[in-house]
């Protein structure tokens, strides 16, 4: 009697298991060791609708900060080699466009350019480099437009690609 209860346990802490496990796929590597191509399984973002109208306003604001054209999301480079992201935001007035790696806000370095040119009164184009790139250049990237009504950004994951 009590070898069934224990399997019984054993039998829910599993699914218990199985069940989290499908839950994180947002986010999680493919692949363990040094050299191996890490491949992202990542389902699509979760839009949420503002509950109190004054973020509905905030946010859905017709001269709001919007990115209305970006890079691809996901890339891999070659160590030593230059890696680019594009963002171009529109918005009146004129957004500002910031860059982050992992959350962190990203600071000019001789190793990491951000150009910028804007265009007509209400629109900007901003391009992040950095040259050359290391291991530790591997992680998520954003682009974040705001301006006074609004904040948007997008996401780029990169990782460096090991030749054969």
Same mark, same amino acid.
């Given at each position: =009697?009590? /070898?069934?209860? =224990?399997?019984?346990?054993?039998?829910?802490? &599993?699914?218990?298991? /199985?069940?989290?496990? /499908?839950?994180?796929?947002?986010?999680?590597?493919?692949?363990? &060791? !040094? &050299?191996? !191509? @890490?491949?992202?399984?990542?389902?699509?973002?979760?839009?949420? @609708?503002?509950?109190?109208? /004054?973020?509905?306003?905030?946010?859905?604001?017709?001269?709001?900060?919007?990115?209305?054209?970006?890079? @691809?999301?996901?890339? *891999?480079? =070659?160590?030593? !080699?230059?890696?680019?992201?594009?963002?171009?935001?529109? &918005?009146?007035?004129?957004?500002?466009?910031?860059?982050?790696?992992?959350?962190?806000?990203?600071?000019?370095?001789?190793?990491?350019?951000?150009?910028?040119?804007?265009?007509?009164?209400?629109?900007?184009?901003?391009?992040?480099?950095?040259?050359?790139?290391?291991?530790? *250049?591997?992680?998520?990237?954003?682009?974040?437009?705001?301006?006074?009504?609004?904040?948007?950004?997008?996401?780029?994951?990169?990782?460096? *690609?090991?030749?054969?």
């Amino acid at each position: =009697m009590r /070898a069934k209860a =224990m399997l019984v346990v054993l039998v829910a802490l &599993g699914m218990l298991a /199985a069940g989290v496990a /499908a839950l994180r796929g947002s986010g999680t590597r493919v692949g363990k &060791g !040094r &050299g191996m !191509r @890490h491949q992202y399984k990542s389902r699509l973002p979760v839009l949420l @609708h503002n509950k109190d109208p /004054a973020t509905s306003q905030y946010y859905e604001h017709r001269d709001g900060a919007r990115v209305i054209k970006s890079s @691809h999301f996901e890339l *891999d480079y =070659m160590l030593g !080699r230059k890696i680019t992201f594009f963002c171009m935001a529109k &918005g009146f007035p004129r957004p500002e466009i910031t860059w982050f790696k992992d959350g962190i806000e990203l600071y000019y370095h001789k190793f990491f350019q951000v150009h910028e040119w804007p265009i007509g009164n209400d629109t900007i184009k901003s391009k992040m480099e950095i040259d050359p790139t290391t291991q530790k *250049d591997s992680g998520f990237y954003e682009c974040q437009a705001n301006n006074q009504y609004a904040v948007d950004s997008r996401g780029f994951r990169t990782d460096y *690609d090991t030749p054969l």
